[in-house]
């Protein structure tokens, strides 16, 4: 058995701040004290203790949108469950949800067990899956059921990629249908796919080839259209939905106004849609601008989304912060669209950077310190059925734990903090002002000022509950 006592720290939750102290004994969180409490006897004795005066004392961060090594665009995603989970602990990340995929042809079960297999005695830290629905069909909406009851409680569709994971209308209808009857989340990333494709087409007819033009191509009214339409189809069948990766303010005001209604309807947004943009990275010099083509894309700075964005979670109309993780190397993976935006690999990485990044939003006054644990630890957990084990310090919940620095300092990019199987860093130069000092998965100290102590197969499957976050 092991027991640490983190002594002297302001521990932070969704709804306040105070100085306490932490007990955890082996992977369990047993006691939240007030500073110098004997009622346990002296805490400290039989324990590892780890002084947090005038550090932050937060719960481990759940980024639930990871693709670790997903087979996309000619390629896989370049993290492993290894590097991806490894670098995500570093980052005080401690339980990502990762999307299982099911193409056309494939049973679900199939698929859920092959990503299994990938992750299986890999993970630095505990895991979970959402299952992706690529093929809407009698067995795969039977599958839901079975699934449902393995503790994958969430199911993915797509609005867009046509021939590759899209739904058509009636087939998201009748997901949604299952979705509902069982309770379970559906989760939508909502692009109009099909026009998408006919402006991509043009585009590259006229000869506007490169990555900026991958981001021209998928304008904020094909993702404003695309959730609008999920939401009237998830009001006719009752389904719960998560609209992933939003990065339109209008996308966001259609989910604004379900809310407003009462609709079970929840927005993700991920940090490069906070700190990004068309004009400076998309439109970087040459085929630089690759590194930065995803799914959404990234706005034009111009037309003022990101301070929208910022608003949005402050009122908690965006639910949680995410990364959708999907990292490519520039050399060999994003060069698939040299001359050819279309060919790029969607994806950007993120998984280590979340949790300072958004800490750089308190630190500018976007939003609180109590929101910042909110979006990115506790309403996670709670969205996708995995509370109070995770994201709340709290007795009876896992000791996954981060001792925060605000004093501390985090340099962005590739050979300073970067441990994310990537030739580049999307965020290289950002300067952040806080830094992740000790990680806590389970009991164990993974992470402790700089240095690395997880191990491969530390992390568990998370057999999640139904959404404990609906109205
Ligand atoms: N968007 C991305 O950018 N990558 C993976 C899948 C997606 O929807
Ligand atoms: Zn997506
Ligand atoms: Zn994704």
Request: net charge negative.
């Amino acid at each position: 058995m092991t027991r640490i006592f983190i002594q002297g720290g302001t521990v932070v939750s969704a709804t306040g701040s105070q100085l306490l102290d932490v007990l955890v004994d082996d992977e369990t969180i047993v006691a939240v004290l007030q500073p110098g409490s004997t009622a346990l006897g002296d805490p400290a004795a039989a324990a590892t203790v780890i002084d947090a005066t005038g550090k932050y004392v937060i719960p481990g961060g759940v980024d639930a949108h990871t693709h670790m090594q997903l087979p996309f665009g000619g390629t896989e995603a370049s993290d492993t469950f290894e590097t991806g989970t490894r670098a995500a602990a570093w980052g005080g990340t401690t339980t990502i949800v990762d999307f299982a995929v099911q193409k056309p042809g494939e049973r679900v079960q199939d698929t859920l067990a092959l990503w299994h297999g990938k992750a299986a005695g890999q993970c630095a830290i505990d895991y979970g899956f959402h299952q992706i629905i690529g093929d809407v069909n009698a067995e795969s909406l039977a599958g839901m059921a079975e699934l449902v009851s393995e503790g994958v409680t969430s199911f993915k569709l797509f609005m867009a990629y046509p021939g590759v994971f899209y739904s058509d209308d009636g087939q998201i209808l009748r997901a949604m249908q299952q979705a509902g009857d069982l309770g379970a989340l559906l989760m939508m990333h909502a692009e109009n796919g099909i026009a998408i494709d006919v402006l991509v087409e043009q585009a590259l007819q006229r000869g506007d080839t490169a990555p900026y033009f991958h981001g021209t191509s998928r304008p904020w009214e094909l993702e404003e259209e695309a959730t609008h339409r999920a939401i009237m189809l998830a009001q006719v069948t009752g389904a719960p939905l998560y609209v992933v990766h939003v990065s339109a303010k209008q996308a966001l005001e259609q989910i604004a106004t379900a809310r407003g209604r009462g609709q079970n309807v929840f927005g993700e947004t991920c940090p490069q849609y906070l700190y990004l943009s068309l004009e400076e990275q998309l439109g970087a010099p040459g085929f630089e601008g690759a590194k930065w083509v995803c799914s959404t894309p990234l706005r034009a700075r111009e037309q003022g989304h990101q301070d929208e964005l910022w608003r949005y979670i402050r009122t908690g109309d965006v639910t949680s912060v995410a990364t959708d993780h999907c990292p490519f190397c520039l050399k060999d993976q994003k060069e698939l669209g040299l001359g050819d935006f279309s060919k790029i690999p969607n994806g950007i990485g993120g998984v280590e950077h979340r949790m300072d990044l958004m800490f750089q939003g308190v630190k500018d006054g976007r939003i609180s310190l109590e929101r910042w644990v909110d979006v990115c630890c506790t309403t996670p957990a709670r969205m996708f059925g995995m509370y109070p084990r995770k994201g709340v310090i709290s007795p009876g919940a896992d000791a996954d734990i981060v001792v925060y620095d605000p004093n501390g300092h985090t340099s962005i990019g590739v050979g300073k903090t970067h441990h994310m199987n990537m030739d580049y860093s999307a965020y290289e130069g950002f300067e952040i002002d806080g830094r992740v000092d000790t990680v806590i998965s389970r009991g164990r100290v993974i992470v402790d000022n700089g240095a690395y102590l997880g191990r491969a197969g530390h992390g568990r499957f998370v057999k999640r509950a139904l959404s404990q976050n609906l109205i």
